[in-house]
């Protein structure tokens, strides 16, 4: 019989400010997570623990290029905007201009 992959449950855990540190401090010192950290102290295992999500902070972004990233879905928008009105018209016009810009390649 096939075996059903258990799911896992999260709890949410207040600690007060000198705990966190003391938490924080000892698992960096074993270079674990802080959750793999409570798990070993109340010394409970789980077979296959989920690794936290990595969030990737940019911390020096040239504001220039955000500016131009910022024009450049300004006018994805306008594009977008313009592909879903029902003027013939444009339509055709944009659609030759995604020809020409096809045919740079």
């Known amino acids: 019989m096939k ?12 600690f007060s400010e000198v705990d966190y540190t003391n938490i924080l401090a000892f698992s960096k ?36 290029l955000l500016y131009e990233l910022n024009k450049i ?5 306008q594009i977008a905007k313009k592909l879903n009105s029902k003027n013939e018209f444009e339509t055709r016009a944009i659609f030759e201009i995604y020809q020409k810009v096809m045919s740079l390649k």
């Open 73 to 77: 879905g300004n006018n994805l928008n």
């Open 3 to 14: 075996e059903k992959k258990q799911r896992l449950k999260q709890i949410k855990v207040y």
């Open 29 to 64: 010192a074993k270079n674990i997570s802080m959750a793999e950290c409570i798990r070993q102290k109340i010394n409970l295992k789980i077979d296959n623990p989920t690794q936290p999500k990595i969030k990737l902070v940019y911390r020096n972004t040239d504001p220039r």
